[in-house]
Structure formats: C-alpha cells, structure tokens
C-alpha cells in the first residue's frame, strides 16, 4: 500500500498539475495564437485559411475609421492610466497612512464601489448625469471628456486596490527615520514612499490602460458623434461580420501590449535589483 502510494501518488499528482497547467496556458493563450495567424490569412472569410499574406495589415493603414478609434482609445487610456494612478495614488495613502477620519467608511466605499458594480449600471448612471448636466450647464457633451471621466472612474478604483495593498507592506518606520533626520512630509513621501511603491504604480498603469483601451460598454453609453473607440468600431463591424482586417488590428495592439510589458517587467527588475544593492550597501555601512 505504501509502495503505491510512494510509487503513483507523487507522480499522478505531478503529472495532473502539469496537466491543468498546460490546459489552462492553452485556453487563455491557444486564441490569440489563432488570432494571430488568420490575421495572415488570403481569404476574407475568417476561419478559412487560403494561404499566407500581408493585405490586410497594408489595407490597414487605408482603414480610416479603424484607425481613428485606435488613436483615440490609445489616447484615452493613457490619459486614464495616468490619472487613475494620480487619484488611486492619493486614495491609497488616505486610507493606509489616516486610519482615522471623518467619512472614512463612506470614502472607502465610494472607492471600492466600481470593482463590483456592473458596468452597465455605472454607464447608465454617467449617462444620465451627464445628460443632467448638460441641460443645465450646456456642458458636457458626450464625446471623448465623458468617456475619460468614466475610464477614470474604474481605473481608479483599480489603482487604489493594487496600490493600497503595497503601502500596507512597507515599513512605516523608514518614512519616520526619514523625517527624523529633518525631512518635511512632502519630501518624505517623494523621496522615500514614492521609489518604494514604484513597482505597484507601473503595475496600476498598466493594468488600468488595458481596461480602458478594451472597455466597450462605457463607451457605449458615452460616446458621441465623432467619438468613437476602436472596440466599438469592431463591435459594430461584428453584427456584419468580420473580416481578417480585424485580427490585423487585434495582433497589432497584442504587440504594443506586449511590448509594453516587457519594458515595464525590465524596469520593475531593475528596480528590484537597485533597492536590494542598496539594501546590501546599507548593511556593509553599518
């Protein structure tokens, strides 16, 4: 019995984690692979391979209207990246550094509301504020400012989570040696919790790029004329049916996304390797 179990319990175990391992790799990445390949594809019927070709990356760049919602969602996300870690950044450090304070339960609930809150609902909300407002104001108009607001809205409640569970694991005590020495508040937090939490702030970015540039339901409910984002510009073309051109377009954000992850995974390395040879040449100074 105890032969069996040495001989096939540590194995089977082995090979079944390898199994649901390689299984799992397959079916998150096997469809991009594909995607990838039939957007080589002669023929512009999208599951059906007729041979090697470059024509639908060269009818691309004729592509108006695809590449205007690619320029725009690019932009968008960017700027949404980059303000949801701003606010997330101010968020988190209220909610890890001020245990205490008036309306604490009420902001980290406003806070964390978009991560379970359907889509859906948080459109038609925006939606019908912003319609609100512009009755009453004139302003805004639904275009790329309203759909801004509303990727920032989820971005930052991302970029809270992701940053706010890095603060806890720092060690408080080198932001108070640091104002012992004489540093003000605003120079300890620049010059010590900043380059700590740099990891998490590029990981924030990141993530919540992605989440604007293939948002598709805010969008939806607040765009307008002349706005239109790249996922709903293929949205739009999928009730018609789709055509390789859109696999082009997909492989071509699977390599800026690619690309940028390996430059951030090289600076976050980087980083690492930095703060533990200085960790290494704080200890030999001692």
């Known amino acids: 019995m105890s032969r069996r179990g040495t001989l096939f319990g540590p194995r089977f175990t082995g090979g079944l984690s390898k199994f649901w391992l390689i299984a799992g790799y397959g079916f998150l990445y096997l469809p991009i692979v594909a995607l990838i390949v039939y957007s080589f594809n002669d023929s512009p019927i999208p599951n ?5 070709t470059f024509k639908w990356y060269v009818s691309l760049l004729e592509d108006n209207e695809i590449l205007a919602g690619l ?3 690019i932009k968008i996300a960017f700027m949404s990246a980059t303000g949801a870690i701003v606010l997330g950044t101010l968020a988190a450090v209220a909610l890890v550094r001020y245990k205490r304070f008036t309306g604490r339960g009420l902001f980290t609930g406003m806070v964390t ?24 104001t004139g302003y805004p108009e639904r275009g790329m400012g309203t759909i801004l607001l509303g990727h920032l809205l989820i971005g930052m409640a991302y970029a809270t989570v992701v940053i706010q569970a890095r603060l806890r694991e720092l060690n408080p005590q080198l932001e108070e040696a640091a104002m012992d020495l ?8 620049a010059l010590v919790t900043l380059p700590m939490i740099s990891q998490s ?6 993530l919540t ?5 293939d948002d598709v339901v805010l969008a939806a409910f607040l765009s307008g004329p002349g706005s239109t984002t790249m996922p709903l510009v293929i949205f739009s073309r999928a009730r018609l049916g789709l055509n390789p051109g859109v696999n082009a377009v997909a492989t071509v954000i699977i390599a800026l996304v690619a690309i940028a992850v390996v430059i951030a995974t090289i600076m ?4 690492e390797r930095q703060r533990q040879r200085d960790i290494a040449q704080a200890a030999r100074d001692r």
């Open 182 to 189: 004489g540093a003000r508040p605003s120079q300890v937090f």
């Open 209 to 213: 790029f992605t989440l604007s540039l």
């Open 268 to 271: 976050i390395v980087r980083a």
């Open 201 to 206: 702030l590029v990981s924030a970015w990141l």
């Open 48 to 52: 059906t391979w007729a041979g090697f």
């Open 113 to 136: 509301a978009p991560l379970v809150m359907p889509e859906v609902v948080i459109g038609l909300s925006l939606l019908l504020m912003m319609v609100a407002l512009q009755r009453a």
């Open 71 to 73: 320029w725009l969602s």
